[in-house]
């Protein structure tokens, strides 16, 4: 299956700063990829469908200007959390749609104090 | 829309016995569903893949089972190691990529 990256695994914020989390396929040409967030103890939630070269879908409820997703190559997406706050702390993973199943990265685990 | 629920929440058990976990869906038309595994902290290994003409798949230890028809599939672990303790979370897809996730299981294997 695809490798797939992220970076960084582990990043803290102030509060109204602008984090980035890059979500790097390594062996794979990625057309469309995942990003989803998960709350401690929770399971995923899908938050956007990110395809190479046009705007990402964003799931309902999630603000697309908060939460700006850029996938300029096959091989790296971007998340961008904007004017972070508390509560967009969580563990973000993204994941890389193969064939017939999807490669998951390691997870970012944002803190935004 | 579709729900995804994993029963139990938790499970212990001594190393060595055999387990079920079970994960129900609530629509039958799904493309495949994919059985995962994450331990703290970490992102997610996938285990087992099941297309949605296939009724079973077993990797080593694993055999994981589908019934499209009752909207189920289990994850049967055999003879249990400390080191399978994790959270275990099904996924189904509806053939657009979008995975919906159930709620998890967290496993404690005790030794």
């Known amino acids: 299956g695809a490798v797939v990256s992220q970076h960084p695994s582990r990043v803290i914020c102030k509060s109204g700063t602008s984090v980035k989390i890059e979500c790097r396929s390594l062996d794979f040409q990625a057309t469309t990829m995942f990003w989803y967030r998960q709350f401690p103890k929770k399971s995923l939630m899908l938050m956007a469908t990110?395809?190479?070269?046009?705007?990402?879908?964003?799931e309902q409820g999630v603000e697309k200007d908060k939460f700006l997703i850029n996938h300029a190559s096959l091989t790296l997406s971007t998340l961008t959390v904007t004017s972070a706050h508390p509560e967009d702390s969580s563990f973000y993973i993204c994941?890389?749609?193969?064939?017939?199943?999807?490669?998951f990265g390691p997870g970012t685990r944002l803190t935004v104090t | 829309k579709q729900e995804v629920t994993q029963i139990p929440a938790a499970l212990s058990v001594p190393e060595g016995e055999n387990l079920v976990l079970n994960c129900s869906f609530t629509d039958s038309a799904i493309y495949n569903l994919q059985w995962f595994r994450q331990d703290p902290g970490k992102g997610l290994t996938s285990l087992l893949l099941?297309?949605?003409?296939?009724r079973e798949q077993t990797s080593g230890r694993l055999n994981a089972s589908l019934d499209k028809s009752s909207g189920r599939s289990t994850l049967y672990i055999a003879a249990s190691q400390p080191g399978d303790s994790a959270t275990y979370l099904c996924?189904?897809?509806?053939?657009?990529?979008?995975?919906?996730f159930g709620t998890g299981t967290r496993l404690t294997i005790i030794p």
């Open positions: 994941s890389v749609a193969g064939t017939y199943e999807q490669y």
């Open positions: 996924a189904v897809s509806f053939g657009n990529e979008k995975l919906t």
């Open positions: 990110s395809n190479e070269g046009s705007k990402a879908t964003y």
């Open positions: 099941i297309q949605s003409s296939q």
